[in-house]
């Protein structure tokens, strides 16, 4: 297991519950002290050593054999290279994002386009042909990415049912086009990741802190990246400051400002409407990218526009306002926040627009005193990321010769069924909200009244 | 005393202890229960009845005699109503802001130019010449508007002083044009009023819940009138939802959007630099117009930008992001922060920018430790505010015939003499920061780089 930070604790329990393995066969490599205690706690020996472009191989080829996992929970190792090596040692792989080497998601020196999320999963896509055949290795499955892939189809096969069009056998995962067609039947424009994180502590946010319920590094690194999301047909005009990249599927556009400073209108079932941080995430784009139909010759018939909305607790919206003021540069002191939360919840779903039901939500919530009961070392944010890491193993071990395989295109029956105990109450739920509700009250707002699923409507000016 | 509220109580064990009065020679009417016990404890009469359109007179008069004072420092009460009726009947008048009657900055039949500030500081300097010779009527002097317009004279002398050109004899107040000149000598191009609140308490805002450590109905109010600003004769052009009244001095422009949907980068000794709402306020307008210097023709060839930058505290910044995202329907609770307050200050000053010294903050750092040490029922925000109301109130009495006056007309020396034994530290600092610091490293950004302090640089796209 390469890291052990507030993911890389939490599965570790879950893992031993739920994977028949030695302890003795597993070993944790990362760059810090955290998490040593909770290593000891278990039994599993912990390598306190950071992994770069240079140590790489020699660091690791020798603990992984051939049918070995290499569970990746780290930041600031390339997920790339981290593929590559398995796929050349015969190596399980797993992964909850696609991370870059260290920097990489701040370093001016590359564009905007190649600091992207939409780059960097080009490139581990671009692995797919060399891991034909070879084991299995998943990219980007944790929560979001990940679970949210499989609330999607849960989603559709909702709203068909309710729509009166059920679907009795379920297409394949492996079949985009079926499910692609699904969506487009269904008339689903937009598909938004909307998260609530309502999670708070016994002690408020220092100034000078950045605090979140998760990685603070994973969080500014994503946050710092460009605004980027899946591009559907429906919309009637790139945004001023959207740029296409030119190269690879180009399912996704990315904006001209960081993905923290973009905000974005959304709905979730407890929450109601509330703005979100348009915060750059792999499944923007593999899931517009998986739900793109094609005619015979390539041309784009339909896409949905999909991208995360995320409210993070508190404070960390308080942090990434902290973190804005100084222009990105980073705050001095970090603080994940874990014993010291005493209430709220994650509110994790999707919420897939335009249909002819209007708005559906579909999704997890789960507070932090059921995460607690469930699984130790884990607050509400970190079980659903953890569970779905687990069941991502539990996948992979059961399917074993996939090659490259992303979160769309793994069974959701299957993988909903093993995170379900983990998640509360996972519900969906419909709404007639739209981001054109309450709009220009006290001042007229440049709105597109003939399509509320435009998304200048949902960008917050 | 009219309105019992944060200010109402922190102000009167201050009036008590520096105003010879007997304790039977006031009275508060006020809306609410709120602050009854505090009226007991000092032995004070506490009348329960919101004043209305209807009832003002009938209610107010009979308890108002020539030679009285009427401290306003209620909410929902219209001041120019209230003002008219103190010249009718000879008596001696202070608010804090000029007060629309109840609904007044929300109105949603009234354009966004007739709710602004710059619409009710014009309706209220109207009453000058009806009030010339008349008793004092001091309009919207609190510690901003109010304490800030002495700071700004204090920071103009000390940049004189330090640039070399002392200021031996300053003018009185009451020669705008020589004080204008003085700042257009400077060139000072910018003032902002750069606040940052760094108080926080001993448990988290709930959702639904808006909190802060003034009047969350006073925030709300102003935080949804369009942002307003003193808009500078340096200023290259007009915002793209810029506009200009059309009627009045013409000292401002308002945006077409609210205050609180509104970032500016700005700048505290403490803080460093940071975003804070640009919400308008009286003092942006009246600071602008005051400073303000005319040919003989009456063009004007000198005015600064002067607005607010105000960064609240954190669980106000909190409880403004999710009335955004609620599209501004007010949070089901509020709460003004008081004894849960735990630790954190309130850096309050005036930004100077544009001279041959770069930027000159010249402010109060008071924390909140302080403030219960000073003055009891009084937290950091409300002490810097019931000071400058006891100052004005002290100075209403020792020049009662000056009819109506605002801030800046009024005796900085002599109200910062009052104010400074309450204000914590007091202090001057220069720095080299510019909004152009740290700009552009990831992203390019539209900036004005001939030009730090251009509008267009300070906003926050
Ligand atoms: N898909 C999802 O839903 C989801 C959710 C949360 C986190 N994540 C991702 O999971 C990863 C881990 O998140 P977290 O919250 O546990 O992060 P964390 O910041 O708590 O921990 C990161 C871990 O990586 C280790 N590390 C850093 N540099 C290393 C190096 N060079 N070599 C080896 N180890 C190194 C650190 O020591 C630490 O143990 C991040 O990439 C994050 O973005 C994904
Ligand atoms: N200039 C400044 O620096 C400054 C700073 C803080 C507050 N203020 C202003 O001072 C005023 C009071 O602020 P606060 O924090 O004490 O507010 P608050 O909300 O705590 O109290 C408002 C008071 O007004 C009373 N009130 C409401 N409607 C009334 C009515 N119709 N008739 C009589 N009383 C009524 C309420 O009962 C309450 O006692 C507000 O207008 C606020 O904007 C100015």
Chains 1, 2 share one sequence.
Not at 35 to 45: L, S
Not at 66 to 74: E, I, K, P
Request: aromatic letters at 8%; a negative charge; charged letters at 25%.
């Amino acid at each position: 297991m390469l890291g052990f930070g507030s993911i890389g604790q939490g599965v570790l329990p879950l893992i031993l519950r739920h994977i028949e393995i030695a302890r003795d066969d597993i070993t944790i490599v990362t760059a810090e002290p955290r998490g040593r205690e909770v290593a000891a706690e278990y039994g599993i020996r912990f390598v306190e050593q950071a992994v770069t472009r240079d140590n790489l191989s020699e660091l690791l080829s020798p603990l992984l054999r051939a049918g070995d996992f290499l569970l990746n929970l780290s930041v600031d190792v390339s997920s790339v290279a981290l593929m590559k090596l398995c796929q050349e040692r015969d190596v399980l792989y797993l992964d909850t994002v696609v991370e870059p080497w260290a920097g990489g998601y701040t370093d001016p020196a590359l564009t905007p386009s190649q600091r992207s999320n939409y780059a960097m999963r080009e490139e581990a896509v671009a692995l797919r042909e060399m891991a034909r055949g070879g084991p299995t290795s998943i990219t980007a499955h944790g929560a979001n990415p990940g679970l949210v892939s499989h609330f999607v189809k849960q989603a559709l096969l909702d709203i068909a049912r309710d729509t009166g069009a059920p679907i009795a056998a379920p297409p394949p995962a492996s079949d985009r086009a079926a499910w692609a067609k699904i969506a487009a039947d269904l008339g689903v424009k937009v598909i938004h990741i909307a998260e609530r994180d309502t999670q708070v502590a016994d002690r408020p946010k220092k100034p000078g802190e950045f605090v979140n319920t998760w990685s603070v590094d994973g969080f500014v690194g994503e946050g710092c990246q460009p605004a980027e999301l899946g591009w559907g047909t429906h919309e009637k005009a790139l945004p001023a400051d959207g740029h296409r990249h030119g190269f690879g599927c180009d399912a996704a556009i990315y904006l001209m400002r960081p993905g923290a400073s973009t905000r974005v209108r959304t709905w979730t079932p407890l929450e109601g409407p509330f703005h979100g941080f348009l915060i750059t995430h792999n499944e923007s784009i593999s899931i517009a990218d998986y739900y793109t139909l094609r005619d015979a010759d390539g041309r784009v018939l339909y896409r949905p526009t999909a991208h995360y909305a995320y409210h993070p607790c508190d404070d960390a919206v308080l942090s990434v306002h902290e973190l804005a003021g100084k222009n990105w540069q980073m705050q001095p002191e970090k603080r994940l926040m874990t014993d010291e939360i005493v209430s709220g919840m994650d509110e994790l779903g999707v919420l897939l627009c335009g249909h002819a039901k209007g708005a559906y939500w579909y999704g997890s919530r789960l507070t932090i005193g059921q995460a607690r009961e469930l699984v130790p070392h884990n607050n509400a944010t970190s079980l659903q990321v953890t569970a779905a890491v687990l069941a991502g193993v539990i996948w992979a071990i059961e399917n074993p010769r996939r090659g490259l395989v992303e979160s769309d295109e793994m069974d959701h029956d299957r993988i909903l069924e093993i995170c379900r105990p983990y998640l509360g109450e996972v519900v969906g739920v419909y709404s007639d909200w739209t981001p054109l509700q309450d709009r220009g009250v006290l001042f007229p707002e440049e709105v597109d009244a003939t399509d509320p699923w435009q998304f200048r409507n949902i960008r917050v000016a």
